[in-house]
C-alpha cells in the first residue's frame, strides 16, 4: 500500500519539527493511541487500537526516526502486530517547507499488511487509512497552531513583584495628643472683608448735603393742678371711739336695769 499528500499547519517550521519529535503530542494526535513512550532520541514505543472494517485490534509495535535532517526533513519506520488480526509495518518520508508564515507538511507512505487484515481488500485498507491520516493531520495542526499561539510553548516569564517596603509606624512621643477646647474658648475670627466686585458692583453718588438742623421749640412753663381739699375729719374720730349706735344702745340697757332696780 503507498500513499501521498500535504497538508498546511499555521504554525513556524521550527515549531512542526518540535511538535513531531515530542511522544505527548503524537500521542493525542494519533487517532485510537493508548500509550507512546520515547525510549531514545530516535526510538519509541505505542499501543493503537483501531478498527478496518469489521476486524478491530490493538496493535504493539516499535517506531524508529532515521534520516533526521532538522528542521526539514526525516524518515520514521515502524511495525505493529495484532495478534490474530495480522500485523502491518512500514515507514514514511517525512518533509517541512516553509510556506509564508506557515509550513507545508508533505509525507510519502509504504506500508505492508499481513493476516486477517490482508483479507479484507485493498480498497477497505485504503480508505481506512486515509481516514486516520486525516485524523492525525487535523488533530496535530490544532496542537501546532495552539503551541504557535503560546510563543512556541515555551511558558511566559511571571511578572515581577517589587519588594514591599513596610513603612516605620511614629513614636509614640511624635503622635500629637489632641487637646478639648471648651465652647466658650472658641472664637471664630472674622472672614476677611469681601472686595467689591468691579464687574458687578454699581456706581457710588456722590455726597449729598445735609441741611441744617431746625431750631428746637422752647418748652411751654408746666402748671401744678390746685391741691385737693382734706377729707373730713370724722373718719378720724371713728377711729378714736365707739360708733354711736353701740354706746347709745349700752346707754338705754343701763337706763333699764336701774328701773328694774329702783322701782
Known sequence: MEMTGEHRIAAPRSVVWEGLNDPEVLRRSIPGCDTLEKTSPTEMTATVTAKVGPVKASFGGQVTLSNLNPPESYTISGEGKGGAAGFAKGGADVKLVEDGDGTLLQYAVKANI?????????RLIDGTAKKMADDFFTRFAA??????????????????????VPVPAPAAAEIPIPVPVPAEAVVTPPGPAEAPSHATAEPIAAPQPVPAAAPAPKPEPVVAP??????????EERRGGLSPAVWITALVVI????????L
Open 226 to 235: 390746685p391741691p385737693r381739699p382734706a377729707p373730713p375729719p370724722v373718719a
Open 143 to 164: 496542537e501546532m497552531e495552539q503551541r504557535a499561539a503560546a510563543g512556541g510553548g515555551a511558558a511566559a516569564p511571571a511578572p515581577s513583584v517589587e519588594p514591599v
Open 114 to 122: 499481513g493476516g486477517k487484515l490482508a483479507q479484507l481488500g485493498a
Open 255 to 262: 337706763v333699764l336695769v336701774l328701773l328694774y332696780l329702783y
